[in-house]
């Protein structure tokens, strides 16, 4: 408490630093902007702390003498600060299949397009993902479908079912959220689901 005290006092304008959840992406991402935008009052209520008071003190005062930490923080400010936005638009409840996957489309070009070393291992890590994930490229040709184009090669799917897929979800957040038995949300069920 005294410590939060102290950052009210020096930052009264600064909002204190967000809880990150573990198994939430989005919300570490928008930890490292809250770090990278209020870098230097965080750096300087840092500093204030006794050293000698705990081991994480100690630590933390390291860390943000660090000028990796700080270059970190400008490339993921600078590349990658849409990617929470994004994630909150691909989780939205009743978004239409064709706009989800543009949504989809725009997040990937934009990953693909970061420049230097950090981009060429998030294009890498985008193309494996999105290789591994051969729902993805049927997902795109019932889209192509969808839109009046003639898909590269014939669907298994029936009239009624590609109709119901103009509504289907492009990820399974709320199945995830809601069920116990998330990992059964396959392809055989989602017809079932969608239906």
């Known amino acids: 408490p005294s410590r939060v005290q102290k950052f009210r006092t020096i930052a009264p304008d600064v909002p204190l630093?967000?809880?990150?959840?573990?198994?939430?992406?989005?919300?570490?991402?928008?930890?490292?902007?809250?770090?990278?935008e209020h870098?230097?009052?965080?750096?300087?209520?840092?500093?204030t702390f006794d050293s000698n008071e705990a081991e994480s003190i100690e630590l933390a005062q390291k860390t943000?003498?660090?000028?990796?930490?700080?270059?970190?923080?400008?490339?993921?400010?600078?590349?990658?600060?849409?990617?929470?936005?994004a994630i909150r638009s691909l989780e939205a409840v009743g978004i239409p299949l064709l706009q989800s996957l543009a949504?989809?489309?725009?997040?990937?070009?934009?990953?693909?397009?970061?420049?230097?070393n950090v981009g060429d291992i998030v294009k890498e890590k985008t193309e494996?993902?999105?290789?591994?994930?051969?729902?993805?490229y049927e997902l795109e040709e019932i889209r192509d479908i969808l839109e009046?184009?003639?898909p590269n090669k014939p669907t298994k799917l029936s009239i009624e079912q590609l109709t119901v897929f103009l509504q289907?979800?492009?990820?399974?957040?709320?199945?995830?959220?809601?069920?116990?038995?998330?990992?059964?949300?396959?392809?055989?069920?989602?017809?079932?689901?969608?239906?």
Not at 176 to 186: P, Q, Y
Request: glycine share 4%; hydrophobic share 35%; net charge positive.
């Open 128 to 136: 494996n993902i999105l290789s591994k994930n051969p729902g993805y």
């Open 64 to 85: 943000v003498s660090d000028n990796e930490l700080k270059n970190n923080l400008v490339v993921i400010s600078s590349h990658f600060q849409f990617i929470p936005k």
């Open 148 to 150: 009046g184009k003639t």
């Open 103 to 116: 949504d989809f489309d725009r997040t990937i070009s934009s990953l693909t397009s970061v420049p230097g």
């Open 168 to 195: 289907a979800p492009l990820t399974s957040c709320d199945v995830e959220r809601l069920r116990d038995n998330r990992r059964r949300f396959t392809t055989e069920n989602i017809r079932h689901w969608l239906v």
């Open 17 to 36: 630093p967000p809880q990150p959840i573990l198994t939430r992406w989005g919300t570490w991402l928008e930890a490292a902007l809250y770090y990278s």
């Open 39 to 47: 870098f230097s009052k965080i750096k300087e209520i840092i500093n």
